[in-house]
């Protein structure tokens, strides 16, 4: 697999450079809004650009798709087989939840079960890193990271179990 140089664009978002095994130098820009760009550059004049792609969100995942897996999948999978004590999940706070209405301190989440919830998806809402004082409401859906029975704990005291 191509070594792939990742690039911040402020403003703009995040371009990954990497050469084919041909040696053709590709970059793709992927735009703070969803937009991608993929450029493939001369080999010979690597400020040469003779192709460049525009693709739409949904095109980019048809394109994904036919690909097969993405490097990312891949990479979380590597990822996994590496730290297979960690887990993230997506856990969703029901109504009969014993935590709805009360904060994440009060929670106690990570000192309990060594889980952290590293960000709060409500409604149309990211609530990224959340405070202690952050209060738990039905319908929240938590991003959780930490043991995979930690996670499971928390699952069945989110679904009020």
């Given at each position: 697999m191509s070594e792939v140089r990742e690039t911040d664009l402020p403003?703009?978002?995040?371009?990954f450079d990497?050469?084919?095994?041909?040696?053709?130098?590709v970059a793709v820009l992927v735009h703070r809004t969803g937009r991608r760009e993929i450029f493939v550059y001369d080999a010979a004049?690597?400020?040469?650009?003779?192709?460049?792609?525009?693709?739409?969100?949904?095109d980019t995942l048809t394109l994904v798709e036919l690909l097969g897996a993405s490097r990312v999948t891949e990479h979380l999978a590597?990822?996994?087989?590496?730290?297979?004590?960690?887990?993230?999940?997506?856990?969703?706070?029901a109504a009969a939840s014993q935590w709805v209405g009360r904060t994440l301190e009060e929670a106690a989440i990570h000192t309990r079960t060594g889980v952290s919830i590293v960000a709060i998806l409500r409604g149309g809402e990211t609530i990224s890193?959340?405070?202690?004082?952050?209060?738990?409401l039905a319908g929240d859906r938590l991003v959780a990271?930490?043991?995979?029975?930690?996670?499971?704990?928390?699952?069945r005291e989110f679904a009020g179990e």
């Open positions: 403003g703009v978002g995040t371009r990497f050469r084919t095994e041909k040696g053709d130098p004049d690597p400020d040469k650009c003779h192709t460049a792609l525009a693709l739409t969100a949904a590597a990822m996994q087989q590496q730290i297979a004590d960690l887990s993230i999940d997506w856990l969703d706070v890193s959340p405070a202690a004082e952050t209060q738990l990271v930490g043991k995979p029975e930690g996670v499971a704990q928390l699952d």
